[in-house]
């Protein structure tokens, strides 16, 4: 089960939270934590000294330019938010993961001052939240504890080794390029804040509609078709 788990830590900023945030998913048996964008050049002497005994697996974590290039691989990823969101995205507790069939499961989490904007946590087929007092937010490093330590608890995640047709998030992303390069083509629209939220409701359509691998390659194909 903890091998399915990635942590994904989004532009973090401060490298001792980063070093933090290893040594806790470490102490519950977790061995898969990346990075995006850090502020800082990863590894440094600051987090591999706050990731304490587990600085091997420090050494190991890997850095990636954009939330898409980390989830490439993930069939299902969950953002952690504090904060109610305007989105068609399902809400999950916990303790409810363990029902989810999925080969592999990325939690994303955002950096330490304004979490997730829209537009990252639109990459999400479900969102996480905390109950904490007067919904105020836990540093970095306490939240992953607390979800590290919760799901340890759990006794079994479903990961359905044989699963077919379920759309991972290269899939999605694939797809959506090509369309949102279309409608640039074509001058959908020219106003950068219209043409971003454009493509958080399609991707946001596209993750929570349950639409399968053969309906997003037919909608593919004649797309191509159709823009020849």
């Known amino acids: 089960m903890k091998k399915k788990i990635q942590f994904i830590l989004n532009k973090p900023q401060l490298s001792e939270n980063i070093g933090m945030s290893i040594r806790s998913i470490g102490c519950f048996g977790f061995k898969d934590i990346n990075l995006v964008n850090p502020r800082n050049p990863w590894p440094n002497e600051k987090g591999l000294s706050s990731s ?14 954009s939330i898409p290039e980390a989830i490439k691989k993930s069939d299902l990823i969950i953002a952690t938010t504090v904060r109610q969101r305007d989105f068609n995205i399902p809400q999950i507790k916990i303790k409810d993961i363990k029902k989810i069939n999925a080969k592999n499961i990325s939690i994303l989490f955002g950096q330490e001052n304004n979490g997730l904007n829209n537009q990252e946590i ?52 694939n797809f959506l390029n090509f369309l949102m390069k279309t409608l640039k083509n074509k001058a959908f629209t020219t106003v950068p804040s219209k043409r971003q939220n454009l493509e958080i409701s399609i991707r946001n359509f596209l993750k929570t509609s349950k639409i399968d691998e053969k309906s997003l390659k037919t909608a593919y194909g004649i797309l191509k078709f159709i823009t020849k």
């Open 52 to 65: 304490k005994h587990f600085s091997t697996l420090a050494k190991s974590v890997k850095t990636f330019s």
């Open 122 to 173: 639109s990459y999400s087929n479900y969102i996480l939240t905390l109950p904490t007092l007067n919904k105020s937010s836990l540093n970095l490093s306490h939240t992953i504890s607390v979800v590290a330590y919760e799901l340890s608890q759990l006794e079994t995640l479903k990961f359905d080794q044989n699963k077919s047709g379920q759309l991972k998030s290269d899939q999605i992303e």
